[in-house]
């Protein structure tokens, strides 16, 4: 990345601001002003001038930009993020998930396929789950997972760090340090460290060029609609244990065969999370944080096994994220029905609950005066016509948007003229007005 594409890219963004100042009447500050005040009188379950809208937008599709742009080609990626930003003008803004692919690859990541490394450079990023932590191996995690970290889990995620797995127990070493350098300095730890060296610049070089993409959009009058990992909460522990360490057949059969070590993990992680979360700033607080949840649905387990393994773990992480001044947004990524319900034991128009179509009847039915719905369309949308999703959306904002309390997450049509969705987006607004 030459530094005549960042300036270029920066010069672009003085031009673009002028730009909407002019098409607009308004400073570009008014105008987050006002979409942040849209967004957040639905959250806290006033009406607002019309429902808020938000994006579910590749911005491969958009523009000339692949999708392997979010982890090869920084500034490409910053710059097709905010065409179709500033584009279809929604009132919250998504930059995405870039990640430095060139250190991914020099670390020898196992459990992650990306566009342009793994995958060609058209296809959609995937994760591959992997058994981290074997069923023996509980007592190790549960005593100290530091030390697990090193030894077991980081040399099975990255084959760069295979070395480490050679290491001996580290929460025992108490006669010193220069035990360890006869292992430290053989020929795999050189070039486990020349890696980490690599890719750590690889990392820094990417992390400047990305910058604060959400800060930029803000410049240009967007407000972010979520940033995932902020405050340092997270999600359901019982995701982040079942699908980035144990494993989905690990964790399931644990449910059966080792509940009270599967517990005691899931609270640990929440534990340590919760002690260094960080609360919000005066100028940050009422930031809206994502949390994807996917295996609490009434697929991957009971009414019985949800109350006892996930529901608790996701109680406290939403609370927890609340008190330290953020508002989550947790992402019911498929049919969650009526446990939905368990919504209604957390504060009043302090959550944003994200659902599929299949769950918007119901969550409005159980949540409406409660908590703010973000309501998301079927995937099936992607093939539709522009028409036919600013019908959907409409229907929506007829059935459920009375009284507020309502979010619409639009989905684009994968193969359409940007002026046929910026008509779609337009009629979507003008019809969802109180």
């Not at 058994?131 to 980081?154: A, N, S």
């Not at 020929?187 to 486990?192: D, G, R, V, Y």
Request: hydrophobic share 35%; net charge neutral; proline share 7%.
């Amino acid at each position: 990345m030459t530094d005549k594409n960042v300036e270029l890219y920066y010069e672009e963004q003085k031009r673009i601001k002028d730009e909407i100042e002019r098409k607009h009447g308004k400073t570009t500050k008014q105008l987050y002003v006002e979409r942040e005040k849209r967004a957040r009188d639905a959250t806290e379950l006033r009406t607002p001038d019309r429902v808020p809208l938000s994006l579910n937008a590749d911005p491969a599709n958009y523009t000339n930009i692949r999708r392997s742009a979010a982890y090869y080609d920084p500034i490409g990626w910053k710059r097709a993020v905010r065409d179709v930003t500033v584009t279809f003008e929604p009132d919250m803004c998504n930059a995405g998930l870039p990640m430095p692919g060139a250190a991914l690859e020099t670390l020898g990541v196992t459990n992650r396929l990306w566009p342009g490394g793994p995958l060609p450079p058209d296809y959609e990023y995937q994760v591959e789950e992997k058994e981290f932590l074997k069923e023996e191996e509980y007592d190790i995690f549960l005593t100290d997972p530091t030390d697990f970290m090193i030894r077991y889990y980081w040399p099975r995620m990255y084959t760069a760090m295979a070395p480490l797995a050679k290491l001996p127990p580290l929460g025992t070493m108490f006669s010193g340090f220069e035990g360890l350098t006869v292992v430290l300095s053989t020929p795999e730890f050189a070039q486990a460290a020349a890696a980490i060296a690599e890719a750590g610049n690889e990392t820094r070089e990417f992390r400047k060029t990305i910058g604060d993409s959400y800060g930029e959009l803000a410049e240009l009058g967007f407000p972010p609609f979520s940033q995932l990992g902020i405050g340092g909460i997270g999600g359901a522990p019982f995701d982040t244990f079942s699908s980035s360490i144990r494993g989905m057949k690990g964790s399931m059969l644990d449910m059966y065969r080792q509940p009270e070590k599967l517990l005691r993990a899931c609270d640990m992680i929440l534990d340590r999370r919760i002690a260094r979360a960080v609360p919000a700033t005066p100028e940050n607080r009422g930031r809206r944080v994502g949390m994807p949840l996917w295996r609490g649905d009434k697929v991957f387990m009971s009414d019985k096994q949800f109350e006892k393994f996930y529901w608790p773990g996701l109680k406290r992480a939403l609370q927890a994220t609340i008190d330290l001044g953020y508002v989550p947004i947790p992402f019911f990524e498929a049919r969650f029905g009526d446990r939905l319900e368990r919504l209604l034991e957390l504060p009043k128009g302090k959550i944003i609950a994200s659902v599929e179509d299949v769950d918007t009847a119901t969550a409005r039915e159980i949540l409406k005066g409660h908590t703010c719905v973000l309501a998301r369309g079927p995937f099936s949308l992607r093939l539709a016509s522009p028409g036919e999703i600013a019908d959907y959306y409409k229907g929506i904002f007829d059935k459920y948007g009375k009284g507020g309390g309502l979010m619409l997450n639009i989905r684009l049509p994968d193969k359409a003229s940007n002026e046929a969705i910026q008509w779609m987006l337009n009629s979507i607004r003008e019809h969802c007005r109180y």
